[in-house]
Nanobody, 118 residues
Framework: VQLQASGGGLVQPGGSLRLSCAAS????????MDWYRQAPGKQRELVAY???????NYADSVKGRFTISRDNAKNTVYLQMDSLKPEDTAVYYC?????????????WGQGTLVTVSS
């Protein structure tokens, strides 16, 4: 199973980006899908998660600006990021709980860099 993240880049403050993360491989089912981020010199933090049923939760720092969604048919999770701030600069990682051959595993994407700067 692989998680492939994409969509990062350089954006000005106030701008928007949309991250995508597609899971592929011998997947029977996916439970929660999440986005984490890690800024330079800081610990990795949870940004948002979405359950298989579509329930969502967000870090206080991104509430009202970021939206997580998923397409279960495509095994893909998205993160729409609006009103971006310089403090959103980080490497963003997707994560998923994946059922493979009757066992649940944690999988991580490779990370995609988001830089918010003028």
């Amino acid at each position: 199973v692989q998680l492939q993240a994409s969509g990062g880049g350089l954006v000005q403050p106030g701008g928007s980006l949309r991250l995508s993360c597609a899971a592929s491989g011998s997947i029977f089912s996916i439970n929660d899908m999440d986005w984490y981020r890690q800024a330079p010199g800081k610990q990795r933090e949870l940004v948002a998660y979405i359950t298989s049923g579509g329930s969502t939760n967000y870090a206080d720092s991104v509430k009202g600006r970021f939206t997580i969604s998923r397409d279960n048919a495509k095994n893909t999770v998205y993160l729409q990021m609006d009103s971006l701030k310089p403090e959103d600069t980080a490497v963003y990682y997707c994560h998923a709980d994946v059922l493979v051959a009757g066992v649940w595993f944690d999988y991580w994407g490779q990370g995609t860099l988001v830089t918010v700067s003028s």
